[in-house]
């Protein structure tokens, strides 16, 4: 099973502020959409909270540490191994991390895939993902979107992990 993240950040690396996303933009969600459907994805609690339901066309596992949580249409872990482990032994192919931030850090090296949504601007925000390094990532698609309005340029950027 390959492990894949799936993130926007803007130019310096943040992804949101605590509280949700700060990127609303159509073209990214329905490229999320396209390309985890069908597919597991993998979530911590306050991501989940900030989309406020399961996502519909996927397996939609949450980590948190309350043994008592509960989200109606997902399966709850309270360990990250443990959650793999059964995405696994269902048969999925592709694992997708949707956040947050601290799952982010955490699964960054154990993840063979890299979907990034790079706007190309800088925010002032907390949350972040790690730099996405030449040394680690081999960059095998790219796709410019051009500014709109009050919307920065940003790019589809897929990459693989090096071997």
Known sequence: MKIAIIVAASENNVIGDGKGMIWHLSADLKRFRAL???HTVLMGRKTY??????????????????????AEGCDIFQSIDSAIDSARS??????????????????????????????????????TIPEVLDSEWVEVQRELVPADGETPAYSFIDYIKKV
């Open 36 to 38: 985890t459907s069908g």
């Open 49 to 70: 909270e900030s989309i406020g339901r399961a996502l519909p066309k996927r397996r939609n596992i949450v980590i948190t540490r309350n043994a008592e949580y509960v």
């Open 90 to 127: 269902m048969g999925e192919d592709t694992l997708f991390i949707i956040g947050g931030g601290e799952l982010y850090h955490r699964l960054w090296g154990c993840a063979d895939l890299l979907y990034l949504t790079r706007i190309h601007a800088n925010a002032d925000a907390c949350v």
